[in-house]
């Protein structure tokens, strides 16, 4: 038994018939063809599928997609304006934050998320926000100096503006 | 020293032994206006569609029309197969069919790579089973449907009869049997050289020690998939998917499915990491393609983290009884190891090479006069076992340095001091092992171990490190500093081979046979032809894992990719260079010598002029360009590298470990990685691929570990139970990369650095335990649970 549902993802409506049980990660990729949101465990371990809802980081995996309507949705798809990168993209591939890039697009929308609050974090909370997602491949370490340097940008950017 | 290494918020700083900018042999680099890219640490190729979501691992792909597989697997560790019933399955709206081993009657099981042999082939696995089922997780049927989620619901309808069987899941246990007639030990590794037995006769003393290392392994974060697609237009068989070793994978399953190699062709797609077990043949890969001849549709499999956990390779369940006899100097004299290898249910793709590399490399950089090792590869009814990462040297350098840790406590003798007396020296180099491996006779090609190991003291500051842990265990911390020493090995060859052209834009094309698993291959294979030929790197395209684009490859493994393919891309790429300056000079109408290729043009020495675009030379080298003449069309060339043996590398591993005695939790405080990689190409990212080895070393030294219950019932199937390092876990790596033993052997000089991170982390961590609860020889088996820290804190106080 399907439901038609909207939901609306980087600003776009997406009209969609799904069943009940299809979690908001599997309608992304299928539905709505945005494989730049990646499943890694599907319960909620890995991180790989964080999208952003309504501004708050959250594994896509353990949501059904039903209960996504009427949500604000962001993706990875939606970081960069045309070909000018989100700050975050643009200090990934600065610090090789990435190997295979798997777990990437997870990391960079728990990192927006975390980077859009008013305050910068602290070390102590970047380190607590990113230690929710899995990397197999970097050992973290450029990880961290990547949303480290995104931060410093961002908030100086918004601190001139 | 301290410039050398890279710590948190640096970028990574080589170690070279001169000033003189790295000139790359057979060019005249560095070039005047722009650096050369060999040795810098540019930014990756690769990045930019991974960054931006549009990427396309296995999941990302679809095929109009396509179906879906799902598995039946056996629930149990060891039964007859009597029956299965898949009729309700079939009646479902959206089943296609359901296969069992009656329907793929005729495919062999899945060979061995490097095979056939009469000892291992009996064990190998078939793509669903027979008439037993040997652990959970075994494919029994294949259900094929128009959807992923009706496949799952359907799998779950096809009903199996099962027999028990007694189930074997300790490697050390007596016997059991594979088949009727056919033991659980299909064969036994032997090696060694040197008098053992009148070494032990002469020693001052012996050091006995029973290791075991747990079974982990890569778990990359992308589980399998694979699509397969049959284009009758063009009678091809198409293998989407591919990972690791496309050109050997593609000739394994043209013989399998009785297809010429011209007819089935391998398509790497993005791939989530490989760590050693992404990218072997498994049954699913057979599956779909055959499924999509039958069918007559393409189909698409994606494993799921269950399966994964339980299907996907394991690796490094060992379990060593090895002795050393010791002069009273502490030189020692001999080592004798005995080892017991878990494989797992089936003889997979490796056949015996992990053991065989065990016993190959477990002598390590000591000179060791006299050497002996019996490995006992052993069938047992869990996940069948291949390579991870740094495969048998994880697991030797844990038993040999723990070996050197026992026999220094046991002498009186301080570690470093004890490990100085036995390294190989630097004039004993080319230094032969006397023994082979994976058919490659072990000679260490170029190595300064004294060196390396005292550039990690100073730069650790040694005296002042164990000053300080010395003062705070005083105070009642339980912190403690373990080290390890290792030679690794990579470049296993013997050939490779690349084609280069540049097409009339200028671009470049570099069709290779290796693979990318996420290592940054494309960038480094770029930097190496831009810097060969003299061009901007980002002007090079580095074409991998399409076995439909270059006849022959070796893939990604066995630390081989930057070595085998790099140097056959250099190669390549000064035949090219020699064609342009050829054309060129001809074009300017001057001699060649006069003549150099800087950032993508043909320039004369000395003159601030335009000169000439590559692309224009490439132009003029066309088939119908008159300009040619007598030249051979196109401005392409290929390229062959083939080298005699193996290259080694080799690294000093320190940890840092602290331990909470309430909980038992170790925790890695600092973790420093000194490595000599001959030249490195990128050092950023040499120093990638050695933070990221680390932190599976960790996981693999204090949380990852697939257990199973006496049913052989795994107990890791899930993430939330088979535990990978989050950034929690892991310290700031430090990373010191030296430069001081360029490899003899290629041009490049270049050594592997993809298992450098790795190798000597469980070794080091045992020992930093040790240290910290003031235990020596306390750890001797990996992992070091909190449970089994608890175990050992309790034995002390008992």
Known sequence: ?161 | MSAAIAAAGETPVVDRPTEAPVAVPGTTAPHNDRPDPFGQSVTRLEDLPLVRGQGRFAADLSFPHQLHMRMVRSPVAHARLLGVDASEALAMRGVVAVWTAQDVVGIPCIPLREGPSVELDPYLQPILARDRVRYVGDPVAAVFATDPFIAEDAAERVSLDLESLPVLTDATAALGEFAPGLPTQPTTIRKGYGDIEAAFAKAACTVELELATGRHSGVPLETRGAIGRYDAARDVLELHGAAKVPHRNRDALARMLGRSPHAIHLFELHVGGGFGVRGEIYPEDVLVLLAAMRLERPVKWIEDRYEALMTTNQSREQVHRVRAAVAADGFVLAMDDEFFHDQGAYVRTHGDRVADMTAGILPGGYVLPAYRVTGHYRLTNKTPAATYRAPGRFESSFVRERLFDAIAQRMGIDPIELRRRNLIRPEQMPFPRGIETIEDNIVFDSGDYPLLLQKTLDALDWPRLQADLQARRAQGEAVGVGLACFVEKSGLGPADGVRITVDFTGAVEVVTGGASVGQGFETVVAQICASTLGVDYRRVRVVHGRTDRIQYGVGAHAGRATVMTGSATHNAALRVRAKALDMAASMLGCAIEGLDIVDGRVIRRGDSGPGLALGDVASALAPTARARGEREPGLTAEGWYETPSMTYPYGVHVAVVRVDRDTGAARVERFFVGYDVGRAVNPMLVEGQIVGGVAQGIGGALLEEFAYDENGEPLAVTLADYLLPTLDDIPPVEVMITEDAPSPLNPLGIKGAGEAGINGVGAAIAAAIDDAIGQPGAVTRLPVTPVRLKALLRQRAG
Request: hydrophobic fraction near 40%.
């Open chain 1, 1 to 161: 038994m399907k439901h038609p549902i909207t939901l609306t993802i980087n600003g776009h409506r997406h009209e969609v018939e799904v069943e009940p049980r299809r979690t908001l990660a599997d309608v992304i990729r299928e539905e709505c063809r945005l494989t730049g949101t990646h499943v890694g465990c599907e319960h909620g371990v890995c991180g790989a599928c964080t999208v952003i809802v309504d501004g708050d980081p959250v594994r896509a995996c353990l949501v059904f997609a039903v209960q996504a309507e009427g949500a604000q949705i962001r993706t990875v798809e939606g970081l960069a304006q045309g070909s000018q990168l989100h700050p975050l993209q643009q200090a990934f591939m600065d610090h090789h934050a990435l190997q295979c890039g798997f777990c990437t697009p997870g990391f960079l929308m728990l990192s927006t998320a975390l980077l859009e609050r008013p305050d910068p974090p602290s070390d102590a909370e970047l380190q607590e926000a990113l230690s929710s997602n899995l990397c197999r491949c970097t050992g973290y370490k450029n990880i961290v100096l990547a949303v480290r340097a995104a931060s410093k940008a961002m908030h100086a950017t918004s601190g001139a503006a």
